[in-house]
């Protein structure tokens, strides 16, 4: 069975390799060659309903208007689909209302449409009927309360605390509560789109953007390159723009801009430095746009436009490799996608690999190998988690998430053992061949959706077989935990911290090694390392003394802050118990919060739950829905 299948995708990608560069080019421009689209077949998208096997989106057009009153976004999703021999396409939505559906384009007919029963992973499946010369589908909708992908922020939550805000997170399968559609990465579409925002406001999407807010409140946009649902993300807020380069800049609220402008200054050299190692940049510009404190995420690569979130404007540049790390998914993610959430490390190991190429290339190898060994070190406690859950299979790259929710699967298996692959394969293979590889992969495949098997087909058949190399790329991506042959890396600068740190474990004194230091005599990723080998055992005298010479509860680096407060949680040092609270209720990421609340609730101590308890009761209306019911998992 295996082999078949095997065979069957060699022999599509030999089919699709010689026709790339023949244009078949549709009405927007873009290729849409039906090699391209036979690809579909072969991969399953278990988290959508949709039949994109029968008929799917081409492009969508979007008519949206933003009311901050009722909450609601109300739309018109104006589908033109693919040629078709079926009488019904099934869109996915959740939370959404269906108003009415039409098909046509100047004389606009009602159709009858079904909805199906409701599931709490994947929502439901809405059933259009159409005829087979059906070519214009446009669903009427409105969003509702229980909608996921968005995020409705009153004037008083912003910086500014003039004007309303609102964002919109896709990733993984969020865009079906505020767009209904085809909601599979396994389908790539053009789109465009009206928005109408009130007074005060300006709209950003991933896709051509406006610089300046205009009087009549309407903007237009237009991504002419086919990208997956996910990536469709829209931003409005009262925001100003800064310029940081010929292609590149910020939009930030007012009183953000020099910070931003400050800490994000290296991203015309990044682009510089991305560029040369895998090509250029497909999607001309690369904007970043800085959302409010409750963003979940540190960084979300929506083409053209990163959303970031607040903490990465650290006033000491540390958190910079964020924007690295987004920037690369323009190449691995954006331009090649995973084709199903089950090949999610395709997206992302290859990000922290690239991210860590770009790094090199502007801060030197030591800079790198510091942020790779710190990557490490989370990986280890990753996959000892892992391998004692209910789980332990998604410790191979490949996963198997049907019947659970995408988010499981976005683990530092994905992460970090998805770029020690590459980074083990970069040492069999040599730097020179495994980037002339990868050059080739980003041209073969690019505006694909391609699945592991089909990455592993094209490893052996451009990289390995013709050069002779030995490489275990299947116990990689089929067994757990991390194989023998794993790439080593090793920082002397982290060494010596954590050898400090581990000194202060065993009893030693504070002052002995810290006398006459203060904060910045050491980076922020060196203290990384140091706070996070201190263990519990570390005497709470010890602990107020590092806080109050180094002020880690209130100053800097958010990441630093959130380590501590793990630290402080599990040791039940409670003198920084008003800081953490002030951080879990400000920032809303939930990669730093979530660990904070974890390690509470591991307490044996019934205090520290209803501290957890009580700090999520305030919390939770300022977190987006991805991070609120992260953490209502862990309190409750
Ligand atoms: N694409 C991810 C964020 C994501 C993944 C959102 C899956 C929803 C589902 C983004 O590129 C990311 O990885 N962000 C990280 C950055 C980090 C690893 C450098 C983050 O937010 O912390
Ligand atoms: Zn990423």
């Not at 922020?153 to 605390?161: C, F, I, M, S, V």
């Amino acid at each position: 069975m295996r082999v078949s299948y095997l065979i069957f995708i060699a022999s599509i990608l030999i089919t699709s390799s010689c026709t790339t560069k023949k244009s078949n080019k549709d009405s927007h421009g873009q290729d849409n060659t039906d090699q391209k689209e036979s690809k579909l077949i072969l991969a399953k998208d278990v988290h959508s309903y949709a039949n994109i096997e029968d008929i799917r989106t081409k492009h969508l057009h979007l008519e949206l208007d933003v009311n901050f009153e009722n909450k609601k976004i109300y739309g018109i999703a104006r589908h033109e689909m693919s040629d078709h021999n079926v009488n019904q396409a099934i869109f996915d939505i959740k939370g959404l209302e269906i108003i009415k559906i039409t098909t046509g384009i100047k004389n606009e007919n009602n159709v009858d449409f079904t909805i199906g029963e409701y599931s709490e992973q994947m929502g439901r499946a809405l059933n259009v009927a159409i005829n087979n010369d059906t070519k214009f589908i446009n669903i009427y909708y409105q969003t509702t309360e229980k909608t996921e992908a968005l995020d409705w922020l009153a004037p008083e939550q912003t910086t500014g605390k003039q004007h309303p805000y609102l964002y919109t997170q896709g990733q993984a399968i969020l865009t079906r509560s505020w767009i209904p559609l085809q909601d599979s990465p396994l389908n790539r579409i053009t789109y465009s789109a009206d928005v109408k925002v009130p007074q005060g406001v300006i709209a950003l999407m991933s896709a051509k953007n406006p610089r300046e807010r205009n009087d009549d409140n309407l903007y237009h946009f237009e991504m002419k390159q086919r990208i997956p649902s996910y990536l469709i993300a829209l931003a409005v807020g009262d925001m100003v723009y800064s310029s940081l380069g010929d292609n590149c800049g910020v939009y930030s609220e007012k009183e953000l801009a020099e910070d931003c402008i400050y800490e994000f200054t290296d991203l015309p050299k990044m682009i510089a430095a991305a560029s040369a190692i895998y090509g250029e940049y497909q999607w001309d510009q690369y904007d970043i746009v800085m959302l409010p404190y409750s963003f979940p995420f540190g960084g979300m690569e929506n083409p053209r436009l990163t959303f970031a979130n607040p903490t990465l404007l650290t006033g000491d540049r540390s958190s910079t490799s964020v924007i690295a790390h987004e920037l690369a998914h323009s190449w691995s993610g954006n331009l090649v996608t995973n084709a199903t959430w089950d090949d999610f490390w395709l997206n992302e190991g290859f990000t922290v690999y690239f991210e860590n190429r770009i790094m090199e290339a502007l801060y030197g190898k030591e800079e790198a190998d510091i942020l790779a060994t710190i990557e490490y070190q989370d990986l280890l406690a990753s996959i000892e988690t892992i391998e004692n859950s209910e789980h332990p299979e998604d410790s191979h790259l490949k996963l198997h998430l049907d019947g659970r929710a995408p988010d499981d699967g976005m683990t530092d298996i994905a992460y970090v053992k998805g770029a020690f692959f590459l980074r083990t394969l970069e040492q069999a293979a040599g730097r020179e061949l495994l980037d002339e590889f990868l050059n080739n992969y980003f041209v073969k495949h690019s505006f694909q959706s391609i699945t592991t098997e089909d990455f592993l087909s094209d490893l052996k058949k451009d990289l390995l077989e013709p050069h002779n190399i030995e490489f275990n790329a299947e116990e990689w991506i089929y067994q757990p935990g991390m194989p023998e042959n794993h790439a080593e890396i090793t920082s002397p600068r982290l060494n010596k911290m954590i050898q400090l740190a581990n000194d202060l474990n065993e009893g030693g004194k504070i002052d002995k090694a810290f006398e006459n230091k203060t904060r910045g005599d050491f980076t922020t990723q060196e203290w990384l390392a140091f706070v996070r080998t201190l263990n519990s055992s570390t005497p709470h005298s010890v602990m107020l003394a590092l806080n109050n010479q180094f002020k880690f509860s209130i100053e800097g680096n958010s990441i630093l802050k959130s380590d501590w407060f793990k630290l402080c949680a599990r040791a039940g040092f409670r003198d920084v118990q008003d800081d953490m609270q002030a951080f879990l209720v400000k920032i809303g990421r939930r990669w730093l919060v979530e660990g904070v609340y974890q390690e509470l609730m591991n307490s044996n101590s019934k205090s520290d739950h209803l501290f957890a308890r009580e700090t999520f009761k305030k919390a939770s209306s300022s977190y987006h829905f991805v991070t609120r019911t992260t953490i209502a998992e862990i309190v409750k």
